[in-house]
């Protein structure tokens, strides 16, 4: 018979309250080794301003019966007219071998209003018991592996759901990338070169760009939007020829008047000086450089759309 021993306060009177409660934490028809179970006691009617004194099971555990929770005071009922309420303190116990244990009643020193009193719970007796194995019969097996159970449809809703509305969104942002990108594309494709090429040179329409440290851009950006036209209109290599190689490939181009292929051949072999020989042009040539590219791409565009009607008419 095991016997778990504490240490308890002193007490003046000493009051008989009924029997004290114990409860398995586990549901089982009897009580084995290791099971936990709830010991204490319930005090109805206790006054507001009440005192409770209990006895301190910290240090009367052992190797047979071990206390895994010290006191838990709860309250079960609240009487807000009278202030009194039902109260509920309980420790939790645990068995670690078989037998029969005898359990301390439980002492509740109780003070209120200058007296102090004791109740006194009485216990129950607890009966541990073990697994009975038939050693005769009894088979040493190997440990199993985890059980791994199917997966069922509400499982696997949430992922495939998820997965179905990531999939959705990636499609979504890859057909609007698309269709801005078509967009774009269609944008250019439908302004002609010589819109362009205006545009373009328009940029350039400011004496401020004659100042000596910008002519550089500014030959550069006219003869650049120029040989960009040319490209689109004669189909010569332009932007990656040297002046010599672009009017070498358009000497024979009869949409170009004589005196216009002069006009654009001298604006570009001054650019060149201007970009490649630090040289300044003077106000009066700069101001007819945007003229004669201007002329360029308007009178070239005239000629092919002469051609495209008359080959129309025919």
């Not at 819109?195 to 760009?209: G, H, Q, W």
Request: overall charge negative; glycine content about 6%.
């Amino acid at each position: 018979m095991k016997i778990l021993c504490v240490i308890l306060i002193s007490f003046l009177e000493l009051i008989p309250k009924g029997h004290a409660f114990l409860n398995q934490l586990q549901k089982r028809d009897s009580v084995l080794i290791a099971d936990q179970l709830e010991y204490g006691f319930e005090l109805d009617s206790v006054k507001t301003g009440t005192e409770i004194g209990l006895s301190d099971y910290s240090g009367a555990s052992n190797d047979t019966l071990t206390l895994v929770r010290n006191w838990k005071i709860d309250t079960l009922k609240l009487y807000k007219k009278s202030g009194m309420a039902d109260i509920r303190g309980s420790v939790v116990l645990s068995p670690f071998e078989e037998g029969k244990y005898e359990l301390p009643p439980i002492f509740v020193q109780r003070k209120y209003g200058g007296r102090t009193d004791t109740l006194v719970f009485s216990a129950p007796e607890l009966e541990v018991r073990s697994i009975p194995i038939d050693t005769s019969t009894f088979v040493l097996h190997d440990i199993k592996g985890q059980i791994r159970y199917p997966l069922t449809f509400r499982e696997i809703l949430p992922w495939a759901g998820g997965l179905i509305l990531l999939a959705a969104v990636i499609a979504g942002l890859v057909w609007w990338i698309r269709t801005r990108r078509r967009e774009n594309e269609a944008e250019k494709v439908k302004e002609p070169a010589h819109i362009t090429a205006l545009r373009n040179l328009d940029k350039y329409r400011s004496d401020k760009y004659w100042a000596p440290e910008k002519q550089k851009t500014f030959y550069s950006g006219v003869t650049d939007t120029l040989k960009t036209y040319m490209e689109a209109r004669f189909g010569v290599d332009a932007p990656e020829m040297t002046t010599a190689e672009v009017f070498d490939a358009l000497k024979n181009e009869k949409d170009i008047t004589p005196e216009l292929f002069g006009e654009t051949k001298e604006l570009f072999e001054t650019a060149d000086f201007v970009k490649f020989a630090k040289h300044t042009a003077p106000d009066d040539y700069n101001a007819r450089v945007l003229p004669v590219a201007v002329r360029f791409v308007t009178e070239t565009y005239r000629t092919e759309l002469e051609e495209e009607q008359s080959g129309n008419v025919l």
